[in-house]
């Protein structure tokens, strides 16, 4: 079974640009999570879509955006690009919503970099 | 909201002695603790978790165990193996809060050979 897979791998943006980046999850899984991880401020909750519909988000300004497909892949948007937002962007999926029946399964990452 | 502390930060360990970490957390609504592997270049791999409702969990030679009064929870290592050699993380998070785990800061393993 294919896991999950994150492209682009790498990214280098400019500063002020825009930037997608796409989520396929493990077939079956309807729960796709991001987080955001950097050497500061470790790993970081940004949003989990289920079902297409966000129900829940972190602490992240709006800049930072996502959608889910119907077919479960999803893509995180991020606007107006600053240099604090070069970091490693990682998807996750699962099941289910419940953690404790279907534990999150994370993709290799976005690396982010931005000048 | 939920804070998780993990020590310590680095560990370097000798092949076959045993690796500790230890995590603790502040929300205690927190009822789901899973503990995961990161290698270099590869996104995190879940190597264990356990529920609140449970004090020690184990597999082959990783146990977790899970103090709820003290709000503190530790992931053991023996026997350890050059291949344990990872960053791991710790994380917390309510089951009705859905997918949003609160991870601590990672602990650097070194297993030297």
């Known amino acids: 079974k294919a896991g999950v897979t994150q492209t682009p791998r790498y990214l280098i943006k400019t500063r002020g640009q825009q930037v997608t980046l796409s989520c396929s999850p493990i077939?079956?899984?309807?729960?796709v999570s991001w987080y955001q991880q950097t050497p500061g401020q470790g790993l970081q909750f940004l949003f989990e879509?289920?079902?297409?519909?966000?129900?829940n988000k972190g602490n992240f300004p709006g800049r930072f955006s996502g959608r889910q497909f119907s077919n479960s892949r999803s893509e995180m948007n991020v606007s107006t690009l600053e240099l604090g937002d070069s970091a490693l962007y990682l998807c996750?999926?699962?099941?289910?919503?419940?953690?404790?029946?279907?534990?999150?399964?994370f993709g290799n990452g976005t690396r982010l970099t931005v000048t | 909201g939920e804070n998780v502390e993990q020590h310590p930060s680095t560990l370097s360990v000798q092949e076959g002695d045993s690796a500790v970490i230890k995590c603790t957390y502040s929300?205690?609504?927190?009822?789901?603790f899973p503990w995961y592997k990161q290698e270099l270049g590869k996104g995190p791999q879940l190597i264990i978790d356990i529920r609140s409702n449970v004090g020690e969990k184990k597999d082959q030679r990783i146990a977790v165990t899970l103090n709820k009064t003290a709000k503190h929870f530790s992931l053991h290592i023996t026997e350890t193996q050059p291949e344990d050699s990872a960053v791991y993380f710790c994380?917390?998070?309510?089951?009705?809060?859905?997918?949003?785990?609160?991870f601590g800061g990672g602990t650097r393993v070194l297993v030297k050979p």
């Open positions: 879509y289920f079902s297409e519909t966000q129900r």
């Open positions: 929300d205690s609504a927190s009822n789901y």
């Open positions: 994380a917390a998070s309510r089951i009705a809060a859905g997918n949003k785990l609160t």
């Open positions: 077939s079956g899984h309807r729960s």
């Open positions: 996750a999926s699962s099941l289910a919503r419940q953690t404790e029946n279907s534990p999150l399964h």
